[in-house]
């Protein structure tokens, strides 16, 4: 998976949406690192596999390129990947801290109920 590809495909579906007011999807083929839970091992899995998805994780292409397009240096995209992780912490503590819905609001805004924004 290339990051910019995806980038631009993304864009300009979201424009063909916003322009002419249609449904649309995109299948983006991705790979899963874990198990998909704590209790699975993942031993369906051979080592040979993962490192080979590793090597063509999006993220460490992405941060390649940029390094080698000198756009960012390796501190400084230290310093993006430090932000983000920050940033889903402090959104997961806020999720944690905040108040339990009460079981009749769990399925709000789950589902498009077809009025117009």
């Known amino acids: 998976m290339n990051f910019r590809e995806v980038r631009d495909k993304v864009a300009e579906v979201a424009d063909s949406i916003r322009k002419e007011s249609h449904p649309s999807f995109l299948e983006v083929r991705t790979y899963r690192y874990r198990g998909h839970s704590m209790s699975d091992p993942a031993s ?4 040979e596999e993962l ?6 994780d ?3 292409r992405l941060r390649a390129q940029l390094t080698r397009e000198g756009k ?3 501190e400084q995209f230290d310093q993006l990947d ?3 992780k920050e940033t ?3 959104a997961v503590k806020f999720a944690e801290q905040g108040p339990e819905l009460p079981v009749e ?3 709000d805004y789950v589902y498009f109920n077809g009025a117009k924004a």
């Open 88 to 90: 889903v912490l402090a």
């Open 82 to 84: 430090k932000r983000a």
């Open 44 to 47: 369906y899995r051979t080592k």
């Open 105 to 107: 609001k769990l399925y």
């Open 51 to 56: 490192e080979k998805y590793r090597l063509d």
């Open 58 to 60: 999006p993220i460490i």
């Open 72 to 74: 960012l240096t390796n």
